[in-house]
């Protein structure tokens, strides 16, 4: 199982930094006793691991070194390896970077390193799940407006994905989501025929569903948060800062 972090991103929203968005320090580790600041990409390297992944390929631009510089001195049971976006052509080119890689596992997992969710094991009812080749992780936030709002028949099944639409009739975004190699390399090659025009994921899962591929979505999210902004970002640590307070007390 191989997991896809596309990290290439300049990250506007949240500029100026001194780092690559995805090493912005949110919440914390206790390491040999002593609180130690987490990276923000770090939450999704771990699901992914917990998830089953074997290898994970983060997909950087060229001048984001740093990102190899940190996961370089940290030690995890899945291998994690870099394929670079030369120019920065949206989220669909960059996630199909890694499809070489992919094409050859049995389930790919997707996943922004900007965010953060809960449970912590959301990806595992994806994978669990027969009835399609693709899954996506749903999770239920105030503005749909702002990400991908998924619609879904009474079954599950996504029926549409509303792409940062002022008229989302659904509060249930997907955060990530889970298919076959097989799957993610039909998603690519569908790409491919219409001329890599789809910037956005939920563009072109629209034409694969309309191509009659099946795809399901997975209500199994209870709380996702968008650190690519800095209200966001605030919103994240008193979030994590809580969590971990109320772990404390039931430890």
């Not at 390929?57 to 940290?74: F, G, H, L, N, P």
């Not at 029926?159 to 009739?169: D, I, P």
């Amino acid at each position: 199982m191989i997991g896809i972090i596309p990290a290439a991103g300049a990250g506007q929203r949240i500029q100026p930094l001194g780092c690559s968005k995805e090493l912005l320090p949110v919440g914390s580790r206790l390491v040999d006793g002593v609180e130690r600041p987490k990276a923000v990409s770090e939450y999704l390297v771990e699901r992914m691991i917990a998830a089953g992944a074997d290898q994970i390929c983060m997909v950087i631009s060229a001048e984001k070194t740093d990102i190899i510089e940190y996961y370089a001195e940290r030690d995890y049971t899945a291998e994690i390896f870099y394929v670079v976006q030369k120019t920065p052509r949206g989220l669909c080119d960059a996630l199909f970077r890694a499809e070489p890689f992919a094409r050859h596992h049995e389930r790919v997992l997707i996943g922004l390193p900007d965010t953060i969710w809960f449970p912590e094991n959301a990806y595992v009812p994806a994978l669990s799940a027969q009835e399609a080749d693709c899954n996506l992780i749903l999770f239920p936030v105030d503005e749909p407006s702002a990400f991908d709002a998924v619609n879904c028949d009474d079954l599950g099944f996504v029926e549409e994905v509303q792409v940062k639409s002022r008229n989302a009739r659904s509060n249930w975004i997907w955060g990530a989501v889970t298919t076959t190699g097989e799957a993610f390399r039909r998603l690519k090659l569908l790409w491919d025929s219409r001329h890599q025009s789809d910037e956005y994921l939920g563009e072109l899962l629209n034409a694969f569903i309309a191509a009659g591929n099946v795809v399901r979505g997975t209500f199994c999210g209870e709380t996702y948060m968008d650190v690519g902004t800095l209200g966001g970002y605030h919103n994240a640590q008193d979030y994590l800062r809580a969590h971990m307070t109320r772990s404390r007390r039931v430890a």
